[in-house]
């Protein structure tokens, strides 16, 4: 039915998702406690129909006008890097989407930097994405030392309705809590007996924790599937060494909004000589409180 490179195969030996286990969870009921504490415990959360839906379809304009270059295993995957460089305004100003950065900020409790900006596009075809991780804690050729962030997530805006046969999201919950070798974040699997498929509707963001197993389902239905994907990172969370920085003639460019979550991807806030009994020691940490999830 579909053309694919030669050697690749698609993720489900039947190219069928009937079968997946299926995430049920009402996302619409839950509170933003509820959502930070799946996020930690489950490895991502969702955020229904966060898009408002005029800015949704200036985007799907903008993205089929960009350029994209297919991947190394199949031409029915495609991309376009650093959108918020090319001329896509409604693109570069979800970045600040104000109901994503106060749930940001309010999650990580430190000024946020965006890592990266990403359009993916699934098309008819496409064999799915091997199930691995965005955490690299050494760097590696596929995401440079960027991905040795300690901390990150990445959102995944669909643009287009999620459904079981277009290209779904797939986890494997609380895979980011294992202490196992089946753990090394350096592993990538075809696929796993107890993987999660998430369906949405165009418009959501699904967040995964940057070191949660995951992937996507194969598109075979006759549609795309168009997301958006864009990094964050507390600022204190800095890669291991450095790493090309952001033109600062392009930065300064960007909308006021977008352009403070800008902020040199070298930004590190921590203490290398930190003593044992450093002086004024705090004796409160809300962000670490066992009770934080119950708010």
Known sequence: MYSITPGISFTEPTNTTTEAIRDTTDWSRLNVAQKIKHLEI?????????????????IRNEVDRLPTTGTDYSEHQRGCSDVHWTDSPACTNLIALPAMIEFLSNMFGDDLICT???????RPGHPGIAIHTDAQPYGSRTFGLQASSPRLVRVLYYLDDLTPERAPL???????????????????????PEEVMITCRAGTA?????????????????????LLAIAYRPAWAGPIGEV??????????LPAAVRTLFQSLNTRKIEYDLPNRPPNMKTEAPGINPSRWNV
């Not at 967040?207 to 949660?212: A, G, K, L, R």
């Not at 090309?244 to 460019?253: E, G, L, S, T």
């Open 170 to 192: 797939k986890v494997i919950p609380h895979s980011h809590l294992s202490m196992h070798a089946d753990a090394n974040p350096y592993h990538r699997y075809l696929r796993h």
């Open 206 to 226: 699904a967040i995964i924790n940057q070191s949660v197993f995951h992937a996507n389902y194969p598109n075979v239905s006759h549609e795309d599937r168009r």
């Open 116 to 122: 990266s900006c990403v359009f993916a596009l699934s």
């Open 42 to 58: 489950e490895g991502f959360c969702v955020l229904p129909e966060i898009i408002p839906p005029d800015t949704l379809e200036a």
């Open 244 to 253: 090309p920085d952001w033109p600062a003639d392009k930065v300064a460019q």
